[in-house]
Nanobody, 123 residues
Framework: QVQLVESGGGLVQAGGSLRLSCAASGRTFSRYAMGWFRQAPGKERECVAAISWSGDRLYYVDSVEGRFTISRDIKNTVYLQMNSLKPEDTAIYYC?????????????????WGQGTQVTVSS
């Protein structure tokens, strides 16, 4: 079992930055692919970024390419650095873990999910 806890969300003005963290506990987190998803009211869940267990494969949705960076460390934490934030980035952000393969944006293939953290970008 893997437990995921997100932090770092909040309210920021457009153009600002936030850094989300997802702390994992439980099994061998280092072998899990990780993803950051978001869901805004009335919209479908969207994969923002994903990283393989080794860090050599990355995925970004087009709308955040060049602005967001996903990374992970050996201390069971995955990060999402978000720069040049826009009002349309407002959503609840979730991290997710997959114990096999590299699901990328395919959310049904993730096995564990955090509770989410709210990100609000004001114009």
């Amino acid at each position: 079992q893997v437990q995921l806890v997100e932090s770092g969300g909040g309210l920021v003005q457009a153009g600002g930055s936030l850094r989300l963290s997802c702390a994992a506990s439980g099994r061998t987190f280092s072998r899990y692919a990780m993803g950051w998803f978001r869901q805004a009211p009335g919209k479908e869940r969207e994969c923002v970024a994903a990283i393989s267990w080794s860090g050599d494969r990355l995925y970004y949705v087009d709308s955040v390419e060049g602005r967001f960076t996903i990374s992970r460390d050996i201390k069971n934490t995955v990060y999402l650095q978000m720069n040049s934030l826009k009002p349309e980035d407002t959503a609840i952000y979730y991290c997710a873990a997959a114990h096999s393969g590299f699901p990328g944006s395919r959310w049904p293939e993730y096995d564990y999910w955090g509770q989410g953290t709210q990100v609000t970008v004001s114009s």
